[in-house]
């Protein structure tokens, strides 16, 4: 992330204001500060047991006076048109309830020439899979050596080969009202809100979904034949429009 903002931006670094909506204990965003990217960053978040373990982070890592932890609603204690440089989401846009009215927020915020970052969740709400997503994932695990299909687990069972549908709505909402919430509109809002935003689409049906409980089978060497293939369908994938993850940036 820190630097595609960098390539983006250029030599007008660090911004001096930054917030970000659903930062957790705001590691993403202090390790955006100390990579010179910004100043000072307010992270909104509504678990109290977050902040103060985020509050004790930036404590330890010299940063207490540049991060500013806030219990609430971003979208109604900032309306302040143009109050900041930057706008950071990482892996916090797909929880919302409505994509397109927090993009749109965000641009709000921004000054002119501010900067509007984005690594998120773009794929289908609520996790309901495309068919071409479904199809895509059962060839991959078809396609694997036996040994990579050992459920981590239980050892002695195989994972299943076949992607037959995806998880019902029902239980996605059980399980965590605002996973996937609205994410499907999430790169229509991006492109319709910042005209010139730079996109890239980064994959994720094989990596995250055909792989997803399987993935530690691999051997982590970029020199891996089966690992490299895996990547570069991935990678088709994504171009071809079957991606998960998105990154974006933008200036107002």
């Known amino acids: 992330m820190h630097q595609l903002v960098k390539d983006f931006v250029g030599d007008d670094l660090p911004f001096e204001r930054g917030i970000s909506v659903g930062g ?4 993403k965003e202090m390790d955006v500060i100390d990579a010179g990217v910004v100043e000072h960053m307010t992270v909104f978040e509504l678990s109290t047991v977050r902040i103060e373990t985020g509050r004790e982070l930036a404590e330890k890592r010299g940063l207490t006076e540049r991060v500013t932890f806030v219990h609430g609603d971003a979208f109604t204690a900032e309306t302040t048109i143009g109050s900041y440089d930057l706008v950071h989401w ?4 797909h929880h919302m309830m409505d994509v397109p009215a927090a993009v749109a927020w965000s641009h709000a915020l921004l000054r002119p020439g501010g900067l509007f970052y984005m ?7 609520r996790f309901q899979w495309t068919p071409k997503m479904l199809s895509l994932a059962t060839d991959i695990r078809r396609s694997l050596p036996d040994e990579y299909l050992v459920n981590p687990n239980k050892p002695s069972v195989a994972v299943s080969k076949v992607f037959a549908a995806p998880p019902s709505v029902e239980s996605m909402i059980e399980k965590d009202p ?14 319709q809100t910042f005209p010139d935003a730079q996109i890239i ?6 990596y995250s979904m055909a792989l997803n409980d399987i993935i530690h089978h691999f051997k982590w060497d970029p020199l891996d034949p089966l690992l490299s293939l895996m990547m570069l369908l991935d990678f088709e994938a994504a171009n071809a429009g079957l991606t998960h993850y998105a990154a974006a940036v933008a200036t107002k």
């Open 24 to 27: 957790g204990v705001g590691a």
């Open 90 to 93: 990482d892996n916090s846009l």
């Open 119 to 125: 690594y998120d969740f773009v794929g289908p709400s």
């Open 178 to 191: 605002s996973e996937a919430a609205d994410s499907e509109r999430t790169l229509d809002a991006v492109r």
């Open 201 to 206: 689409l980064t994959g994720g049906v094989v």
